[in-house]
T-cell receptor, first 112, second 112 residues
Framework: AQSVTQLDSQVPVFEEAPVELRCNYS??????LFWYVQYPNQGLQLLLK??????LVKGINGFEAEFNKSQTSFHLRKPSVHISDTAEYFCAVSYQGGKLIFGQGTELSVKP | DGGITQSPKYLFRKEGQNVTLSCEQNLNHDAMYWYRQDPGQGLRLIYY???????QKGDIAEGYSVSREKKESFPLTVTSAQKNPTAFYLC???????????FGPGTRLTVT
Protein backbone atom coordinates (compact mmCIF):
# COMPACT_ATOMS: atom_id res chain seq x y z
CA ALA A 1 0.00 0.00 0.00
CA GLN A 2 1.15 3.50 -0.75
CA SER A 3 1.96 5.85 2.08
CA VAL A 4 3.17 9.40 2.58
CA THR A 5 5.34 10.51 5.48
CA GLN A 6 5.89 14.09 6.46
CA LEU A 7 8.92 13.99 8.65
CA ASP A 8 8.20 17.05 10.78
CA SER A 9 4.87 17.68 12.51
CA GLN A 10 5.85 21.25 13.44
CA VAL A 11 8.40 23.63 11.96
CA PRO A 12 9.02 26.95 13.72
CA VAL A 13 11.02 29.50 11.74
CA PHE A 14 11.76 33.21 11.87
CA GLU A 15 10.45 35.59 9.25
CA GLU A 16 12.68 35.93 6.15
CA ALA A 17 14.52 32.69 6.95
CA PRO A 18 14.51 29.77 4.48
CA VAL A 19 12.39 26.72 5.18
CA GLU A 20 12.18 23.12 3.99
CA LEU A 21 9.22 20.84 4.71
CA ARG A 22 10.09 17.20 4.13
CA CYS A 23 7.96 14.57 2.45
CA ASN A 24 8.72 10.97 1.58
CA TYR A 25 6.43 8.55 -0.19
CA SER A 26 6.42 4.82 -0.80
CA UNK A 27 5.57 3.61 -4.25
CA UNK A 28 6.87 1.14 -6.80
CA UNK A 29 5.07 2.82 -9.67
CA UNK A 30 4.95 6.26 -11.17
CA UNK A 31 3.05 8.73 -9.04
CA UNK A 32 1.76 12.24 -9.14
CA LEU A 33 2.79 14.40 -6.19
CA PHE A 34 1.18 17.44 -4.63
CA TRP A 35 1.64 19.99 -1.89
CA TYR A 36 -1.44 21.67 -0.43
CA VAL A 37 -1.72 24.49 2.12
CA GLN A 38 -4.50 24.86 4.68
CA TYR A 39 -5.20 28.00 6.69
CA PRO A 40 -7.17 27.59 9.95
CA ASN A 41 -10.73 26.32 9.47
CA GLN A 42 -10.46 26.46 5.69
CA GLY A 43 -10.22 23.99 2.85
CA LEU A 44 -7.02 23.01 1.06
CA GLN A 45 -5.39 25.08 -1.65
CA LEU A 46 -2.98 23.59 -4.16
CA LEU A 47 0.55 24.99 -3.87
CA LEU A 48 2.20 22.95 -6.61
CA LYS A 49 2.17 19.59 -8.33
CA UNK A 50 4.56 17.20 -10.05
CA UNK A 51 3.10 15.17 -12.91
CA UNK A 52 6.12 14.65 -15.17
CA UNK A 53 9.04 16.52 -16.72
CA UNK A 54 11.36 18.79 -14.79
CA UNK A 55 11.99 17.57 -11.27
CA LEU A 56 12.02 21.13 -9.90
CA VAL A 57 8.49 22.41 -9.65
CA LYS A 58 7.56 26.01 -8.90
CA GLY A 59 4.30 26.88 -7.25
CA ILE A 60 2.35 29.80 -5.85
CA ASN A 61 3.52 32.15 -3.09
CA GLY A 62 7.21 31.57 -3.91
CA PHE A 63 7.24 27.89 -2.98
CA GLU A 64 9.06 25.20 -4.94
CA ALA A 65 9.59 21.46 -4.57
CA GLU A 66 12.01 18.93 -5.96
CA PHE A 67 11.00 15.45 -7.02
CA ASN A 68 13.72 12.90 -6.22
CA LYS A 69 12.78 9.50 -7.57
CA SER A 70 15.76 7.63 -6.13
CA GLN A 71 15.05 8.92 -2.64
CA THR A 72 11.25 8.88 -3.11
CA SER A 73 11.09 12.40 -1.75
CA PHE A 74 9.23 15.58 -2.64
CA HIS A 75 10.48 18.26 -0.25
CA LEU A 76 8.92 21.73 -0.24
CA ARG A 77 11.13 24.82 0.04
CA LYS A 78 10.87 28.57 0.25
CA PRO A 79 13.96 30.80 0.38
CA SER A 80 12.39 33.49 2.57
CA VAL A 81 9.16 33.02 4.53
CA HIS A 82 6.60 35.61 5.61
CA ILE A 83 4.27 35.72 8.59
CA SER A 84 1.42 35.01 6.17
CA ASP A 85 2.96 31.60 5.34
CA THR A 86 1.92 30.34 8.77
CA ALA A 87 -0.40 27.44 7.98
CA GLU A 88 -0.53 23.65 7.78
CA TYR A 89 1.04 22.01 4.75
CA PHE A 90 0.10 18.63 3.34
CA CYS A 91 2.02 16.43 0.94
CA ALA A 92 -0.10 14.03 -1.13
CA VAL A 93 0.28 11.24 -3.65
CA SER A 94 -2.27 10.46 -6.34
CA TYR A 95 -3.06 6.91 -7.39
CA GLN A 96 -5.82 4.70 -8.82
CA GLY A 97 -8.14 7.06 -10.59
CA GLY A 98 -7.26 10.24 -8.81
CA LYS A 99 -7.55 9.22 -5.17
CA LEU A 100 -5.13 11.08 -2.91
CA ILE A 101 -3.15 9.74 0.03
CA PHE A 102 -2.12 12.51 2.39
CA GLY A 103 0.71 12.85 4.83
CA GLN A 104 -0.05 13.79 8.42
CA GLY A 105 0.64 17.47 7.81
CA THR A 106 3.34 19.93 8.91
CA GLU A 107 2.46 23.03 10.88
CA LEU A 108 4.65 25.89 9.73
CA SER A 109 4.86 28.67 12.29
CA VAL A 110 6.60 31.86 11.17
CA LYS A 111 7.69 34.14 13.98
CA PRO A 112 8.60 37.83 13.68
CA ASP B 1 -17.47 32.20 -9.64
CA GLY B 2 -16.76 28.52 -10.11
CA GLY B 3 -16.05 26.45 -7.06
CA ILE B 4 -17.18 24.06 -4.37
CA THR B 5 -19.55 25.00 -1.59
CA GLN B 6 -20.10 23.11 1.63
CA SER B 7 -22.81 23.94 4.07
CA PRO B 8 -23.11 24.60 6.88
CA LYS B 9 -19.69 25.73 8.08
CA TYR B 10 -20.38 24.45 11.62
CA LEU B 11 -22.84 21.72 12.57
CA PHE B 12 -23.82 20.44 16.00
CA ARG B 13 -25.74 17.23 16.64
CA LYS B 14 -26.68 14.99 19.49
CA GLU B 15 -25.29 11.48 19.63
CA GLY B 16 -27.53 8.95 17.90
CA GLN B 17 -28.77 11.33 15.21
CA ASN B 18 -27.98 11.03 11.52
CA VAL B 19 -26.73 14.20 9.87
CA THR B 20 -26.21 15.10 6.20
CA LEU B 21 -23.42 17.36 4.98
CA SER B 22 -23.90 19.20 1.73
CA CYS B 23 -21.37 19.49 -1.10
CA GLU B 24 -22.12 21.29 -4.36
CA GLN B 25 -19.79 22.12 -7.25
CA ASN B 26 -20.31 24.16 -10.41
CA LEU B 27 -17.00 23.22 -12.02
CA ASN B 28 -18.61 20.55 -14.21
CA HIS B 29 -16.31 17.95 -12.65
CA ASP B 30 -17.16 14.28 -12.95
CA ALA B 31 -15.30 13.06 -9.85
CA MET B 32 -16.11 14.05 -6.27
CA TYR B 33 -14.57 13.01 -2.97
CA TRP B 34 -15.25 13.17 0.76
CA TYR B 35 -12.40 13.33 3.26
CA ARG B 36 -12.31 13.39 7.03
CA GLN B 37 -9.64 15.41 8.83
CA ASP B 38 -8.57 14.81 12.42
CA PRO B 39 -5.70 16.63 14.17
CA GLY B 40 -2.34 15.04 13.41
CA GLN B 41 -3.79 12.47 11.01
CA GLY B 42 -3.98 14.29 7.73
CA LEU B 43 -6.97 13.63 5.51
CA ARG B 44 -8.55 10.21 5.04
CA LEU B 45 -10.83 9.24 2.16
CA ILE B 46 -14.40 8.30 3.11
CA TYR B 47 -16.19 7.87 -0.24
CA TYR B 48 -15.63 8.93 -3.82
CA UNK B 49 -17.66 9.05 -7.00
CA UNK B 50 -16.25 9.17 -10.52
CA UNK B 51 -19.59 9.47 -12.29
CA UNK B 52 -23.24 10.15 -11.56
CA UNK B 53 -25.14 7.27 -9.91
CA UNK B 54 -21.92 5.48 -8.98
CA UNK B 55 -19.69 5.70 -5.92
CA GLN B 56 -17.07 3.63 -4.10
CA LYS B 57 -15.94 3.25 -0.51
CA GLY B 58 -12.72 4.84 0.54
CA ASP B 59 -10.50 3.87 3.44
CA ILE B 60 -12.88 4.75 6.28
CA ALA B 61 -16.42 4.31 4.89
CA GLU B 62 -17.94 2.57 7.91
CA GLY B 63 -20.70 4.64 9.48
CA TYR B 64 -21.09 6.90 6.45
CA SER B 65 -23.28 6.89 3.33
CA VAL B 66 -23.41 8.98 0.15
CA SER B 67 -25.49 9.50 -2.96
CA ARG B 68 -24.68 10.93 -6.38
CA GLU B 69 -27.96 11.65 -8.14
CA LYS B 70 -26.69 14.81 -9.82
CA LYS B 71 -23.29 15.66 -11.24
CA GLU B 72 -22.98 18.79 -9.14
CA SER B 73 -24.03 17.32 -5.78
CA PHE B 74 -22.45 14.69 -3.51
CA PRO B 75 -24.04 14.75 -0.02
CA LEU B 76 -22.51 12.78 2.84
CA THR B 77 -24.62 11.30 5.64
CA VAL B 78 -22.93 10.62 8.96
CA THR B 79 -24.98 7.90 10.57
CA SER B 80 -25.39 7.00 14.21
CA ALA B 81 -23.19 3.97 13.52
CA GLN B 82 -20.12 6.19 13.14
CA LYS B 83 -18.33 5.82 16.47
CA ASN B 84 -16.35 9.06 16.41
CA PRO B 85 -18.16 11.49 14.11
CA THR B 86 -16.71 14.72 15.49
CA ALA B 87 -14.26 15.95 12.83
CA PHE B 88 -13.67 18.40 10.01
CA TYR B 89 -15.15 17.13 6.73
CA LEU B 90 -13.81 18.23 3.35
CA CYS B 91 -15.34 17.71 -0.06
CA UNK B 92 -13.32 17.84 -3.28
CA UNK B 93 -13.85 17.48 -6.99
CA UNK B 94 -11.69 16.78 -10.02
CA UNK B 95 -12.20 17.12 -13.76
CA UNK B 96 -11.76 14.25 -16.21
CA UNK B 97 -8.16 13.98 -17.37
CA UNK B 98 -6.98 16.28 -14.60
CA UNK B 99 -4.92 15.20 -11.61
CA UNK B 100 -5.78 18.17 -9.42
CA UNK B 101 -8.47 18.06 -6.77
CA UNK B 102 -10.26 21.26 -5.78
CA PHE B 103 -11.44 21.49 -2.20
CA GLY B 104 -14.43 23.11 -0.56
CA PRO B 105 -14.16 25.18 2.65
CA GLY B 106 -15.15 22.27 4.89
CA THR B 107 -17.80 21.55 7.53
CA ARG B 108 -16.86 21.14 11.17
CA LEU B 109 -19.19 18.59 12.77
CA THR B 110 -19.44 18.32 16.54
CA VAL B 111 -21.45 15.49 18.07
CA THR B 112 -22.13 15.49 21.81
Amino acid sequence: AQSVTQLDSQVPVFEEAPVELRCNYSSSVSVYLFWYVQYPNQGLQLLLKYLSGSTLVKGINGFEAEFNKSQTSFHLRKPSVHISDTAEYFCAVSYQGGKLIFGQGTELSVKP
Amino acid sequence: DGGITQSPKYLFRKEGQNVTLSCEQNLNHDAMYWYRQDPGQGLRLIYYSQIVNDFQKGDIAEGYSVSREKKESFPLTVTSAQKNPTAFYLCASMGTGSHEQYFGPGTRLTVT
